[in-house]
């Protein structure tokens, strides 16, 4: 049988009409499928704009930062499992995408940033608002362009959202000078990428060897653990993941990333581990035999001291990326592989193979009296307080939306607690900036989530001061209809920090209450809070309400999620409430705390 390998077997280019490179930049983006980016326009990238307004085919976001925006992209990806858009002016407008673009590169977010650069003639003359945003972002990136000539912007726009979304996905950079925007020309579209670089569109499979290797581990196991991480979600294996561990019967310790790749209420789910994560999960990895860890890349805020990180465990990692293969935990077998493929595989080879799980009776019911002696704190332990925790404000949330919604998050204790508190038992739910843990995420990062999936609830649990930091987005919430929600858990403080400070500094304030230091407002002194965000929220036109009584609180609530359009919920709870358990940074699961 012959193939056919003539030229017409192939997807062939496309020739344009005459455009200017900023039409072709909008022509570029509908032939990737988007229809919506979060855009704030200058000097530099006014050419741009006026080609969205030309076409009228994608929807323009208007954020009010540039950082809102970014980040609201990156809601929009990690929501919908699409590559989010953003894009900025040169100079400032682009160092405001920074930290986005950090955090996208941080937990493997499929994004492409654009930025306007100026007249080509001007780079490297310190022209008004330039700044060298290729090489600026270079460790920060999968790849970045500076597009030089307006003909290869076709072959940029394919070739980046290739990166962006292929492998282990990140951001990508396109840095577009003005006149390259504005040079007239016939563009020729591109119908599938070419790279020099064959490792770039090389398919990762798992050798059945390798596979059956894993099998026979777990075979021979007597306490077994699958760690998984967020390259679960990332390719969408969380159903294969779910038939492999109960064909396995291996119990799942996620990661924050991986929230959701495995239902938290099924009974072989340990919820997810380190620093703040359930005390039985840690324990569990802690004296494991065996340690399956499947798209995760032992961060250190899952291992602690990672030389005694599961010390007496056969280690077996398989991931996407060979870069993280022995990079921070040396194990026994490494596997370069897709997760999708190899999950689905080693279940079909487990059957052709007969394989018979390991009895691990006395395993799991350790496991099981470790959850009922050390869950995350019970509700019991609300009614205690006169003044409403904040866990008890997540449990609450959890209850009235019966888990059916999209969570964002700021950084810091709520952020834990939000994890903590609230059951995922999918993926996509759980959205929060964890390996770069930059404050201001949450709020932005629900509108894009709200984009993404408009009929669903998106709520953005956040802390006072993570919240403050955009809440200018607000205005972008009113202005472009986007019905997103804020659930502010407001100590008055930075309240991470705070912790860390009593645990570790002798309480000694370091610049951590956010409010007048001499009167700070607390349930007990309402007169005393810092800032009105009601007041705030109102001036932007969004509906706001605030909520210090514990009895309030079900029915202020149910009153958010029942409202149609965005809305702040101010929940003053007290600073002192610490998030448990915790092993310090650096330490192991010997040193946890749990009070």
């Given at each position: 049988m012959k193939t056919n390998t003539s030229p017409s077997a192939f997807?062939?280019?496309?020739?344009?009409?005459?455009?200017?490179?900023?039409?072709?930049?909008?022509?570029?983006?509908l032939r990737?499928?988007?229809?919506?980016?979060?855009?704030?326009?200058?000097?530099?990238?006014?050419?741009?704009?006026?080609?969205?307004?030309?076409?009228?085919?994608?929807r323009v976001i208007l954020p009010r930062h540039e950082q809102g925006g970014s980040f609201a992209a990156e809601g929009f990806a990690r929501a919908s499992g699409k590559v989010g858009v953003c894009m900025a002016t040169s100079g400032p407008g682009a160092t405001n995408l920074v930290s986005a673009i950090a955090d996208a590169f941080m937990d493997s977010t499929p994004m492409v940033a654009i930025t306007g650069q100026v007249f080509s003639k001007y780079i490297g003359k310190s022209a008004f608002q330039e700044t060298d945003f290729f090489g600026m972002t270079?460790?920060?990136?999968?790849?970045?362009?500076?597009?030089?000539?307006?003909?290869?912007?076709p072959r940029v726009f394919k070739e980046a959202f290739h990166l962006a979304r292929s492998g282990r996905p990140g951001p990508v950079v396109i840095d577009i000078p003005k006149d390259v925007q504005q040079a007239r020309f016939r563009p020729v579209f591109p119908a599938t990428v070419e790279f020099k670089n064959p490792y770039v569109n090389e398919v990762h499979h798992a050798s059945d060897e390798s596979l059956r290797q894993v099998l026979a581990l777990i075979a021979q196991s007597?306490?077994?653990?699958?760690?998984?991480?967020?390259?679960?979600?990332?390719?969408?294996?969380?159903?294969?993941?779910?038939?492999f561990a109960e064909r396995v019967n291996v119990p799942v310790a996620t990661t924050l990333m991986g929230v959701g790749s495995f239902p938290e209420t099924h009974p072989l789910s340990m919820q997810w581990f380190g620093m703040h994560g359930a005390a039985y999960g840690n324990w569990a990895v802690d004296q494991s035999d065996l340690l399956l860890?499947?798209?995760?890349?032992?961060?250190?805020?899952?291992?602690?001291?990672?030389?005694?990180?599961?010390?007496?465990?056969?280690?077996v990692h398989l991931d996407i990326d060979a870069a993280e293969h022995n990079k921070n935990k040396r194990v026994h077998l490494p596997i370069l592989s897709d997760v999708k493929y190899a999950l689905a595989r080693m279940v079909e080879l487990a059957a052709i193979d007969k394989f018979t799980a390991p009895d691990t009776k006395a395993w799991q019911d350790q496991i099981s009296t470790w959850k009922r002696e050390h869950p995350f704190d019970s509700s019991a332990g609300f009614g205690k307080s006169p003044h409403i925790l904040p866990q008890e404000a997540v449990a609450a949330l959890y209850e009235l939306t019966k888990g059916d919604a999209i969570i964002t998050t700021g950084v810091g204790q709520h952020q834990m607690w939000a994890a903590q508190f609230y059951r995922?038992?999918?993926?996509?739910?759980?959205?929060?900036?964890?390996?770069?843990?930059?404050?201001?995420?949450?709020?932005?990062?629900?509108?894009?989530?709200?984009?993404?999936?408009?009929?669903?609830?998106?709520?953005?649990?956040?802390?006072?001061?993570?919240?403050?930091?955009?809440?200018?987005?607000?205005?972008?919430?009113?202005?472009?209809?986007?019905?997103a929600k804020a659930m502010i858990l407001?100590?008055?403080?930075?309240?991470?920090?705070?912790?860390?400070?009593?645990?570790?500094?002798?309480?000694?304030?370091?610049?951590t209450i956010l409010g007048d230091e001499k009167n700070v407002g607390s349930p007990d002194n309402p007169a005393g809070l810092y800032p009105d965000f009601v007041k705030?929220?109102?001036?932007?036109?969004?509906?706001?309400?605030?909520?210090?009584?514990?009895?309030?609180?079900?029915?202020?609530?149910?009153e958010m999620l029942d409202y149609d359009g965005p809305y702040l919920l101010d929940i003053i709870v007290p600073y002192t409430e610490h998030v448990l358990p915790m092993i310090p940074a650096g330490k192991t699961v010997k040193e946890m705390i749990l009070t």
């Open positions: 997807p062939q280019p496309e020739l344009g009409r005459e455009m200017n490179g900023a039409d072709s930049v909008v022509e570029c983006l990737e499928g988007v229809d919506s980016i979060f855009a704030y326009p200058g000097g530099a990238s006014q050419e741009l704009h006026q080609a969205f307004a030309r076409s009228g085919k994608v270079l460790p920060i990136v999968k790849h970045s362009y500076l597009v030089l000539n307006v003909h290869d912007l007597k306490r077994p653990v699958l760690y998984t991480g967020g390259g679960i979600v990332t390719a969408e294996a969380h159903k294969e993941l779910r038939a860890c499947f798209g995760a890349r032992f961060d250190d805020r899952i291992t602690g001291d990672v030389s005694k990180f599961a010390s007496g465990a056969k280690i995922f038992d999918e993926p996509r739910r759980y959205i929060s900036s964890l390996g770069l843990g930059a404050m201001g995420f949450g709020y932005p990062a629900a509108l894009g989530a709200k984009v993404a999936c408009p009929d669903k609830q998106v709520i953005d649990i956040d802390g006072d001061g993570s919240f403050v930091m955009n809440i200018q987005e607000l205005a972008t919430a009113h202005i472009e209809k986007i019905a407001n100590n008055q403080h930075l309240g991470m920090v705070v912790q860390w400070e009593d645990r570790f500094y002798g309480s000694v304030r370091g610049n705030i929220a109102e001036g932007f036109g969004v509906k706001g309400r605030r909520v210090i009584k514990k009895s309030e609180l079900r029915e202020a609530i149910q």
